[in-house]
């Protein structure tokens, strides 16, 4: 059975990120990055739908150690791809990853002191065995099998072409047709002005409206930036400033909430006129950042609405009928597609089985450390990255917590890492893993999540200047890592 020091599950943003760090910092490890899938890329690689980008800006989604170089800060997928490709063949961790390698299960043995991980292999009908000391979970947070699709009524009647945004059809023509997209998130308002210059007519259905902030795909200060500074100065200030505006932005929405709701409504008036009814189609039943920001670059979706060629309705469905959809309110609206931009199934540590020794894992009884690893669970840690900030933020600083954390482990001579609650920490109140975050597609699945104290280094925080302190310089040893 092949053995490595570090195995690094999943070859996405996080996994290529995760095996340059690893590589960098304790280059003595030996190591190798499983793929499910027959291409690196993850997300950049899975979605394929009509204007699909970055909902963050690539001087902070974008790796610390390697600047981004295209004109747009807000990206399309395939220029984010091709940074991700380019990022592992720069520095040969390309050359690691084991493509069509599912991992299904990992079993910890405290006698051997490593993981066991059992392996799908495509076109094997054999699972593959292959140990590790330490697992690296870079699988994501959603499932890969595909998307979350509410119950429709009478959807068996619909005569034309049902889609949804991660199953996107090679061969769907959409020109000159008439298209509902289903959903108000960042799907749905990436989908709209992507297609609206191609089809008759495009019509955003929600149920509830979400808020929206406009900003250019280009970031001038960057641009100035990188006309007076060398390359990497000037990204990693621009990464900097662009960090401090999202904790301004979000600190505003927690301590002033009806003034950033006034500012971002304001901005939506000013963009569409009188023609749309504000309070009706664009002021959510909650306060900004109770769920993330839409970002509308360069006003494209507010365009896409004044062209006349998009429109948005506020309305539940009654029923789909052989030509569209009856709404609540009796409205018809009639369709040749209608994609269903309602979002993901969440998953934890990527679907797979976990035992300690026989026993199997449920992480929803586990208390999370620090965002990163489970109480009670040894040598494994998840990559989970911001909901209020870019996911790279923090999977680059889980990256290099882990290459502190080996580097660690070998100077005292441990080879088993395991966060314990200590006797004080026995009467914590449990809270959700994430808290004051209250999408649907978050509260479906956070009962299956580690739980969250109220003390350290049992918190979430989802704060990345307090996470550069208890990540990146905190001592290792905090009296509850266990080493042994």
Not at 93 to 107: F, G
Not at 146 to 159: K, S
Not at 290 to 304: G, K, N, Q, S
Not at 312 to 324: A, C, L, N, P, Y
């Amino acid at each position: 059975m092949e053995h490595f020091d570090v195995v690094i599950v999943g070859a996405g943003i996080s996994g290529v990120g995760a095996a340059v760090h690893l590589q960098e910092r304790c280059p003595n490890k030996r190591w190798v990055i499983l793929e499910g899938r027959g291409s690196m890329g993850g997300t950049w690689d899975l979605f394929r739908y009509p204007g699909i980008r970055s909902d963050s800006d690539m001087y902070t989604l974008g790796y610390r150690f390697k600047p981004w170089r295209g004109k747009n800060a807000i990206a399309g997928g395939p220029e984010i791809l091709r940074y991700v490709k380019e990022a592992a063949a720069e520095h040969g961790v390309d050359r690691h990853i084991r493509y069509r390698h599912r991992a299904r299960a990992a079993r910890w043995s405290s006698a051997d002191r490593r993981w066991t991980l059992e392996i799908e292999r495509e076109g094997s009908s054999e699972p593959l065995r292959m140990s590790c000391n330490f697992l690296l979970m870079c699988a994501g947070y959603y499932s890969y099998e595909g998307g979350y699709t509410p119950e429709l009524p009478g959807v068996e009647r619909f005569g034309g072409r049902l889609v949804h945004p991660q199953s996107w059809p090679e061969d769907l023509d959409y020109r000159g047709k008439r298209v509902v997209v289903i959903g108000s998130g960042a799907t749905a308002v990436t989908l709209v002005p992507a297609m609206s210059k191609d089809v008759e007519h495009i019509v955003m259905l929600q149920r509830s409206p979400t808020y929206m902030l406009s900003l250019p795909a280009a970031d001038p200060i960057a641009g100035a930036l990188g006309r007076v500074l060398p390359e990497r100065w000037a990204y990693a200030a621009t990464r900097w400033k662009n960090v401090g505006i999202q904790r301004l932005l979000y600190g505003m929405t927690r301590k002033r909430p009806e003034t950033m709701k006034k500012l971002l409504l304001g901005r939506v008036k000013s963009a569409l006129g009188p023609r749309y009814d504000v309070t009706k189609h664009f002021t959510p039943r909650y306060y900004p950042w109770d769920e993330r920001l839409c970002f509308v670059p360069d006003d494209d979706f507010f365009e896409a609405l004044r062209s006349g060629k998009a429109s948005v309705v506020t309305d539940s469905i009654e029923t789909f009928s052989e030509k569209g959809l009856r709404l609540s309110s009796g409205e018809e609206l009639a369709a040749d597609i209608v994609v269903t931009a309602t979002g993901l199934n969440l998953v934890v540590l990527g679907q797979m089985r976990f035992e300690l020794d026989g026993d199997p894992v449920d992480f929803s009884k586990t208390w999370t450390y620090k965002g990163l690893m489970s109480s009670g669970v040894p040598n494994l840690v998840s990559t989970f990255g911001y909901v209020n900030a870019s996911w790279t933020l923090r999977a680059d600083l889980t990256s290099e917590w882990v290459c502190r954390l080996l580097s660690h482990m070998d100077e005292v001579g441990s080879s088993v890492a395991v966060p314990r609650l200590r006797p004080s920490d026995a009467e914590m109140p449990a809270r959700p893993w994430i808290a004051d975050f209250s999408p649907n597609y978050i509260k479906r699945v956070l009962h299956l999540f580690p739980k969250q104290g109220d003390r350290e280094p049992w918190l979430n925080p989802q704060d990345y200047a307090l996470d550069k302190k208890r990540l990146g310089s905190a001592p290792i040893d905090d009296g509850v890592l266990s080493m042994s």
